[in-house]
C-alpha cells in the first residue's frame, strides 16, 4: 500500500492567491482527518470525516478555509485568500474505522505564504 | 471537551539511560492512547498505542503504562540510542464513534552520544 498521499509536498503562494491541497487516503479507510502544525501551535485538527461526511469542523480557523471529501479516496483542503500566517505543514491522516482507531499520517504540505 | 496535557516539553538523555514521557487527559471516557513518534521535517509515525482495557504494552525497548484512575499515561524507552531523538506526541481518543484524537503538546527528546 503506498500509504496516504499528498499534494503538493510544497506550496509557495503570494497572500491573496487561493491555495488548494490534496489527500488521497490509503485505501478501505473510513476516516479522514486534516490537520496543521506550526510550532506555536503545535498540531491541530482542523476537520475530519467520516464516510466522506463531514463530521466537525470545528477546527477551521475562519470561512477562508474550506475542505471537501467528494468520494472516498480524494480529500481536499482550500484556502482563499491565503495570508502569511497560513503558512504552517498540513498534514492529512486516515483511520481504518470510525471507532478508536490508529490514524495514519501522510507526508504533508509545506505551505508557505509570502 | 477532552484536554492532554504532556510533559516535559524537552528531554535530554545520555545515550543508554532510559526516558519518560507522560500525559494526563480530562475525559474519563477516553478509550485510545496511542503515541506518535515525528522525526525532523517528517509525518508523525505510530510507535505504540494502547486501550483502556489494558494497563500496559511493550514493544521491544519501548512501553506504554496507563493508570485510568489518575487519568495519565506514560511512554517509556529504555535504553536509548541517538535515533531516537525526535518529538513525541501522547493522544487520547474521547468517547465517540469518530476515530478523533486529541494531541498533547509534543516533547522534544534529544540522545546525547
Known amino acids: 500500500d503506498a500509504g496516504v498521499i499528498q499534494s503538493p509536498r510544497h506550496e509557495v503562494t503570494e497572500m491573496g492567491q487561493e491555495v488548494t491541497l490534496r489527500c488521497k487516503p490509503i485505501?478501505?479507510?473510513?476516516?479522514l482527518f486534516w490537520y496543521r502544525q506550526t510550532m506555536m501551535r503545535g498540531l491541530e485538527l482542523l476537520i475530519y470525516f467520516n464516510n466522506n461526511v463531514p463530521i466537525d469542523d470545528s477546527g477551521m480557523p475562519e470561512d477562508r478555509f474550506s475542505a471537501k471529501m467528494p468520494n472516498a479516496s480524494f480529500s481536499t483542503l482550500k484556502i482563499q485568500p491565503s495570508e502569511p500566517r497560513d503558512s504552517a505543514v498540513y498534514f492529512c491522516?486516515?483511520?481504518?474505522?470510525?471507532?478508536?482507531?490508529?490514524?495514519?499520517f501522510g507526508p504533508g504540505t509545506r505551505l508557505t505564504v509570502t | 471537551g477532552e484536554n492532554v496535557e504532556q510533559h516535559p516539553s524537552t528531554l535530554s538523555v545520555q545515550e543508554g539511560d532510559s526516558a519518560v514521557i507522560k500525559c494526563t487527559y480530562s475525559d474519563s471516557a477516553s478509550n485510545y492512547f496511542p503515541w506518535y513518534k515525528q522525526e525532523l521535517g517528517k509525518r508523525p509515525q505510530l510507535i505504540i498505542d494502547?486501550?483502556?482495557?489494558?494497563g500496559e504494552k511493550k514493544d521491544q525497548r519501548i512501553a506504554v503504562t496507563l493508570n485510568k484512575t489518575a487519568k495519565h499515561f506514560s511512554l517509556h524507552i529504555t535504553e536509548t540510542q541517538p535515533e531516537d531523538s525526535a518529538v513525541y506526541f501522547c493522544?487520547?481518543?474521547?468517547?465517540?464513534?469518530?476515530?478523533?484524537?486529541?494531541f498533547g503538546q509534543g516533547t522534544t527528546l534529544q540522545v546525547k552520544p
Open positions: 491522516a486516515s483511520s481504518p474505522g470510525t471507532g478508536a482507531y490508529e490514524q495514519y
Open positions: 493522544a487520547a481518543s474521547p468517547p465517540s464513534n469518530t476515530g478523533k484524537l486529541i
Open positions: 485505501s478501505g479507510h473510513n476516516s
Open positions: 494502547i486501550r483502556s482495557n489494558v
